[in-house]
């Protein structure tokens, strides 16, 4: 069984940069051929993809965030970071950290999420 | 606006069988498999059906899932109050390179 727990400020300043962290637990980190990353909702709406982190390191982002997103991890500390620059109300949302390839290619496994708010 | 298309809500009453329907292209369902995520709402979203047809351990019968060509749908018998949920579809897209998911379906047990 995997478990994900997402940590980070809930309040970001419009056009300043959003940094999350996702700890994982249980379960291959950095070496199973998983993919692990971030998908978000907006408050009343859809799920978004934002983006994975192969265990490889090989990224794969949403295009319509690609050229302000990145997403790393740390294989020693079994943490996923999402940092996502230039903010703005658009981003607000509850960001839930997740993990697949362990039964589907989308998400097997989700974090409680973690909602973040965009204001001055 | 989501990629894939589902009906903003459905009904029905205990013991009814209820269909939800999810409408992709060629890139999305129609290339890939799908996946169902069951969300009561202010949780995180659960794996429901994947691979098209497949229950996760834990899911009861009572929940299945059928694709065919562009379209695909998740299949309730046997309506529970618990059931109440939102309920999304999912698919890799070969040209976004992940996932897109459907606007969602807002169950309600009547």
């Known amino acids: 069984q995997v478990h994900l727990q997402e940590s980070g400020p809930g309040l970001v300043r419009p056009s300043q940069t959003l940094s999350l962290t996702c700890t994982v637990s249980g379960g291959s980190f950095g070496s199973g051929g998983y993919y692990w990353g971030w998908i978000r909702q907006h408050p009343g709406k859809g799920l978004e993809w934002v983006g994975y982190i192969y265990d490889n390191g090989r990224t794969y982002y949403n295009p319509s965030l690609q050229s302000r997103l990145s997403i790393s991890m740390d294989t020693s500390k079994r943490q996923v970071s999402l940092r996502l620059t230039s903010v703005t109300a658009a981003d607000a949302a509850v960001y839930y950290c997740?993990?697949?390839?362990?039964?589907?290619?989308?998400?097997?496994?989700w974090g409680h999420g973690i909602l973040v708010t965009v204001s001055s | 606006q989501s990629v894939l298309t589902q009906p903003p809500s459905a009904s029905g009453t205990p013991g009814q069988w209820v269909t939800i329907p999810c409408s992709g292209g060629r890139s999305n369902v129609g290339r890939n498999v799908v996946h169902w995520y069951q969300q009561v709402p202010g949780t995180a979203p659960k794996l429901l059906i994947y691979s098209n047809d497949q229950r996760p351990s834990g899911v009861p019968d009572r929940f299945s899932g059928s694709k065919s060509g562009t379209s695909a749908s998740l299949a309730i018998s046997g309506l529970q109050s618990e059931d109440e949920a939102d309920y999304y579809c999912?698919?890799?897209?070969?040209?976004?390179?992940?996932?897109?998911f459907g606007g969602g379906t807002q169950l309600t047990v009547l």
């Open positions: 997740a993990a697949a390839g362990y039964i589907s290619n989308v998400a097997d496994y």
């Open positions: 999912a698919a890799n897209d070969d040209g976004l390179n992940g996932p897109v």
